[in-house]
């Protein structure tokens, strides 16, 4: 709990209850009967670690406080720990009515422990400011190696902290020109009180009617030197030659930028000595604020001639009450888990410009929230990423793309109704399930509307983040797995199917069965529930099957089409091994995926089937792969063989999502990998190979497949829909040139 | 001369000099001056002694000193400067520049702001093989048209047509010196004639440069001449109206590293509006019975004592008016309280940047001068101390005794150079 100036910060830690689904299997050892469900579905109960940061102004600290005394379940806690100015300042009314000791923590520790979290475990945190680009923020992407960075703390004064590593750093430098100059000498200059408020007036003023500028003392630029005639000679330089009112607008721009570019100039100095070139900005001055993020910007642009970039932090306003709540949370250990932020339950990034952001006003007095659920297991980088450091999940930045962005609000905006009767359904037996829908209904949409205004709010918006979103707040309300009936329905149905497919496909020459074996990957994922055009023929006609979903695809040449290289590729020695992301349940896995894999494994390739860890849409979870996998097995011995000598491995991917973010997956996964030295990656569907990784350089040999099923995306990526993409790469350098 | 200044609006009494711009900039190689066509045929030797006219080079010594009088002139953002040098009397001296002699010499005040430095005459000085005395003279920048209207109407440039002049007014008045008074402009670039003006005088008198000795002691506080004979490499922070950088590592081997803008003009412009007083001796007299503590925010304060974690002792100055954050803390302070701790927040950010310059450019010796220092002993002290304190003895602070007039100086020597 950090308390600095004017806002408390409280983070902690809670298990939180919530309905997941779950897949059993049923004994099989019984004769089959035929209309009995192939495994049983059922909502259980289950606690996940959750940690949750609120903030709120200091006048609400007895409120605070009577939250915290509520919600301290666990009696063990003796001692809440606390750091920040106000720590000191709250020390006894804390012990009085927690009944708690305060246990103060050194708040540059804190910060620094706080800062390396963020960096570590949420994707997009930092970003750079551009106010005049055509998107604001622009997110970075979570570099591998966070350190070495220079930290500048910009409070009442500022710090600058040289960080190398997760225990080592030191404080360089630091100036007593910070935040509380800009308000203790605004205060004096325009009787302004609130921080906000000067800096209000300082986005409205003019600076150059106080600075004496370059032009003043030279009537032009000095140019000899490249000091334009516009730069600062000397701040409030006018001031003292003229005997004029100034107004309390122009005196506090000239005062935000007289503090600005001296912060600036000094992080460049610090920079240059001690050879960074990554550098973060936090502390209350910056918090949010674009005039102060952009003068910042500027002066370090106009310093380094933009060798150095300015960075912010989307949650530096937690990294004290972030870090303070690990040094309690010490025993736990909890950098061995990974952390994934809550959209559901996180505010976002917001702009504080009334300009901007007309939803301020009501906000203000709100409390921000910052959810992380934490993951039960570690996620790491794919092994085979060519260069983690530049990987980017994402295809499209919607924050970058405004049509693209207005076209995918207004789908998801569309499908929302679709995804509430889904959810309704899933819950014929459930109390209040058209109420909780409801609620998701108006949260999500909430949502969207924020992501109109604000479309930085949670890093870059991408289809996947509005996905993602939408998942969270569906397991919100408790709808942890709306497709569970439809899965289990078609799984059922696709797997009577499974033998004749496999039959018919044994009938076939080589070269047309390996045509088959493709055709029929890309047709099984027409069956994606996740694409509005998809559900509508679904919903209307079940009998659209497998044959007819082949009708529907595209005629070779195909959109993006290198089958002659795989052909080619196919004839020369096999792969070692094959990892497989697996996309939707049903027919895609069963009749596409499965006979795929068994001509892969027929052929002395082994096979790790990747499946999401948590239902996302109809996308086959590794639990209910694991049920499929042995009823397969049951009924074919190549794949029976396979799973006894351990040639077919089924690992779960650690996402819960129907994209692919291929730098946080299952630490398991990445171990498997790396052991069975893996050489060839297939990706498949929409979410996975289109939306996402589209353009992920992989080190081996990869295919990207999917059927574009949005008229929209197919028409910008130049086809029609049920376009066919069927993308096959490999390394430069890889073993697979050396033929 | 003196009834030039007699005219003077009675305008307060402008202070801090605006000699050499800052703002900002990175290291940019200054290139040489901006010469006029006519000066650049005149050869310049690499390494020329300080005294331009007693130069061993035979190519130099032939030259003919220029006519009287011999001014160089500095306008700067505030303040004018400009050194005359007074010769040994001479009977054939024509009648107008006798007056001049006189005018100048004896007056110590012109106007109501024009003001001779007396302390800071050099005499028996020898330029170009004559005699004389040098003088000091500064005046607001804004009472310059006032000057020139003066000068025309004594009819001074009956005596010259040109005159050396450096500092961005230089450029930013060269039309009015030519419509108004008649004057032809030689403009000079200005940290050259700044570090032209800094060897010379540095090397003219024993008592020149200084440096202070227990800077934080209030009893035991000395100034102790330095002799600055093997100069370089070293820093020079000319503190004007803002702050210019620069590192010299020879006579003609010099840039500017960088320059801020919270300089002279900041500490005068927030003390003006802080305390309502309007001249820079007022703010730095408040200044001198002012406690910047009641003010800033102090280590001590947020921490009780020393932020040991960090070595950073109790007295260090966390925020800058820090305290003001509170109205009650608003209400207790006084006039003398804000101008100081303007004095500490300008000073103390000059001594971080210059030192980080320091560092980075790998030189131990750095020259404070400009007229921010003029009677400042209170930011010498600071920016003496601070520099040792936070250097660990590695870096000191030097001073020169004429503060902000080298830029005049140097444009004085050009003159002579290029006659």
Same mark, same amino acid.
């Given at each position: 709990m950090p308390r600095g100036g004017s806002l408390t910060k409280l983070a902690y830690y809670s298990t939180v209850q919530h309905k997941v689904a779950k897949v059993r299997s049923f004994d099989h050892t019984a004769k089959e009967v035929d209309g009995d469900p192939l495994y049983e579905i059922s909502v259980q109960e289950e606690i996940t670690a959750r940690l949750h940061f609120i903030k709120f102004e200091n006048a609400y600290i007895e409120t605070c406080l009577d939250f915290i005394k509520d919600h301290?379940?666990?009696?063990? $806690? !003796?001692v809440i720990k606390a750091t920040g100015g106000g720590a000191y300042k709250f020390k006894e009314l804390i012990e009085k009515k927690l009944r708690l000791k305060v246990d103060k923590e050194d708040e540059m520790s804190c910060l620094i422990k706080g800062c390396n979290f963020v960096l570590k475990?949420?994707?997009?945190?930092a970003f750079v400011y551009a106010k005049h680009a055509d998107s604001e923020f622009r997110f970075q992407n979570t570099h591998p190696d966070i350190f070495p960075y220079l930290l500048i703390n910009i409070g009442s004064g500022v710090s600058i902290v040289k960080v190398e590593s997760e225990d080592k750093f030191e404080r360089i430098g630091g100036s007593s020109i910070g935040g509380g100059t800009f308000w203790g000498l605004g205060a004096l200059l325009t009787? $302004? !009180?609130?921080f906000d408020e000067l800096l209000q007036l300082a986005s409205r003023g003019q600076h150059t009617s106080v600075d004496m500028l370059v032009k003043d003392i030279y009537g032009g630029a000095y140019g000899s030197l490249g000091l334009t005639g516009d730069l600062i000679a000397s701040s409030f330089g006018k001031s003292a030659t003229t005997d004029k009112e100034f107004s309390k607008e122009d005196m506090a721009k000239s005062l935000l930028h007289m503090i600005s570019n001296d912060i600036g100039q000094l992080a460049c100095l610090y920079a240059r000595l001690h050879s960074l070139t990554r550098v973060y900005f936090g502390g209350f001055f910056i918090r949010g604020h674009p005039v102060t993020m952009h003068t910042i910007t500027y002066s370090i642009n106009f310093f380094t001639k933009g060798e150095v970039q300015a960075l912010f932090l989307r949650h530096e306003g937690y990294l004290g009450a972030i870090g303070a709540f690990l040094k309690g949370a010490e025993e736990d250990n909890p950098n061995q888990y990974s952390w994934g932020e809550n959209y559901a339950g996180s505010s976002g990034l917001m702009s504080v410009s009334p300009d901007l952001n007309p939803m301020q006003r009501v906000r203000s007095g709100t409390f921000d929230m910052l959810e992380m659920d934490r993951l039960e297991r570690q996620l790491v980088n794919?092994?085979?990423?060519?260069d983690p450091s530049s990987y980017i999940p994402d295809t499209v930045d919607l924050t970058e793309d405004a049509l693209a962005r207005q076209y995918w609000l207004y789908c998801f905006e569309e499908a929302l109704d679709g995804v509430v009767n889904r959810a309704v359904a899933s819950q014929p037996d459930l109390p209040q399930a058209v109420e909780r829908a409801e609620k998701f209904r108006q949260k999500y949409l909430h949502k969207l509307q924020t992501l109109r205004h604000q479309p930085f709010a949670y890093g870059s918006l991408t289809v996947r983040s509005l996905l993602d979103t939408r998942e969270h707040c569906l397991n919100e309300f408790n709808f942890p797995d709306p497709y569970s009936k439809i899965k289990q329905k078609e799984n059922d149905l696709a797997l009577r199917y499974f033998q004749k497919v496999v039959r018919s496909l044994e009938k076939l020459t080589w070269e047309q069965r390996q045509f088959a074996l493709v055709k029929g990957l890309l047709a099984g994922n027409v069956f994606d529930w996740g694409a509005k055009a998809v559900s509508d023929v679904l919903e209307s006609?079940?009998?659209?099957g497998f044959e007819e979903a082949k009708h529907q695809l595209q005629e070779r040449p195909w959109l993006v089409d290198c089958y002659d290289q795989w052909i080619a590729r196919l004839k020369g020695p096999p792969h070692k091994c094959a990892l497989f992301f697996v996309d939707n349940s049903g027919i895609d896995i069963i009749l596409g995926v499965f006979p795929f894999v068994r001509e892969l494994l027929c052929r002395g390739t082994e096979v790790v089937l990747a499946s999401n860890s948590g239902p996302a849409l109809n996308d086959v979870t590794n639990s209910e792969l694991q049920i499929l996998t042995e009823r397969i097995a049951a009924m074919d011995s190549v794949i029976q063989a396979a799973i006894k000598e351990d040639r077919l491995t089924l690992v779960q991917s650690g996402s819960s999502s129907p994209c692919l973010d291929l730098s946080r997956l299952d630490k398991a996964l990445a171990v498997v990998v790396r052991e069975r030295h893996t050489d060839l990656v297939v990706i498949e569907g929409m979410g996975r190979a289109i939306h996402t990784n589209y353009y992920a350089a992989l080190s081996c040999e990869s295919l990207k497949l999917a059927v574009i099923k949005n008229s929209w995306l197919a028409e910008r990526l130049g086809g029609k829909i049920f376009s066919v993409v069927f993308k096959y790469e490999i390394p430069p350098q890889s073993p697979g040139l050396r033929r | 001369m003196a009834s030039l200044f007699r005219y003077f609006q009675p305008r307060h009494l402008l202070c801090a000099t605006g000699l050499v711009v800052a703002a900002a900039g990175t290291a940019y190689l200054v290139r040489r001056l901006r010469k006029r066509a006519e000066l650049q045929e005149v050869p310049r030797e690499p390494e020329e002694p300080t005294n331009p006219c007693t130069s061993p080079s035979p190519a130099v010594r032939t030259v003919e000193p220029p006519s009287f009088p011999w001014f160089g002139i500095d306008i700067g953002g505030t303040l004018v400067k400009l050194v005359y040098f007074e010769p040994e009397?001479?009977?054939?001296?024509?009648e107008n520049l006798k007056n001049i002699r006189s005018c100048l010499t004896s007056n110590v005040a012109y106007g109501s702001t024009g003001i001779r430095d007396v302390q800071l005459e050099v005499k028996d000085l020898e330029l170009c093989g004559r005699m004389g005395n040098l003088h000091f003279i500064r005046f607001p920048t804004q009472d310059l048209t006032t000057f020139l209207q003066m000068t025309r109407d004594k009819q001074f440039s009956g005596l010259h047509t040109t005159l050396c002049a450096t500092g961005g007014g230089a450029h930013k008045f060269e039309a009015d010196f030519r419509t108004i008074a008649g004057l032809q402009l030689v403009q000079l670039d200005e940290l050259d004639c700044v570090i032209r003006g800094v060897l010379f005088m540095s090397s003219s008198g024993p008592s020149e440069c200084f440096y202070l000795e227990n800077p934080n002691h209030p009893e035991q506080c000395f100034l102790k001449p330095f002799q600055l004979e093997n100069p370089f490499p070293f820093l020079l922070v000319n503190i004007g109206s803002g702050v210019s950088i620069l590192a010299v590592h020879g006579r003609d081997n010099f840039r500017r590293v960088t320059g801020t803008s919270l300089g002279g003009g900041t500490f005068h412009g927030l003390c003006c509006l802080l305390t309502g007083c309007s001249t820079f001796e007022e703010a730095l007299e408040m200044a001198s019975h002012g406690d910047s503590t009641r003010v800033d925010k102090l280590v001590q304060d947020i921490y009780g004592g020393d932020y040991d974690r960090f070595g950073l002792p109790g007295w260090t100055v966390a925020s800058s008016f820090g305290n003001m954050i509170s109205k009650e803390q608003r209400d207790l302070v006084s006039k003398e309280d804000l101008a100081r701790a303007a004095l500490v927040a300008v000073t103390n950010n000059i001594g971080s940047i210059t030192r980080m310059c320091a560092r980075n450019e790998n030189i131990e010796r750095v020259v404070f001068v400009g007229n921010f220092l003029r009677g400042n002993m209170l930011s010498m002290k600071l920016l003496a101390y601070s520099m040792e304190y936070w250097s660990a003895g590695q870096m000191k602070a030097l001073f020169l005794q004429h503060e902000g007039y080298f830029g005049a100086v140097g444009s004085l020597l050009e003159l002579l150079k290029s006659s």
């Open positions: 301290l379940v666990n009696t063990e $806690t !003796k475990n949420i994707p997009h945190e009787k $302004t !009180k609130r794919l092994p085979l990423l060519q006609n079940p009998e659209f | 009397e001479e009977q054939a001296e024509a």
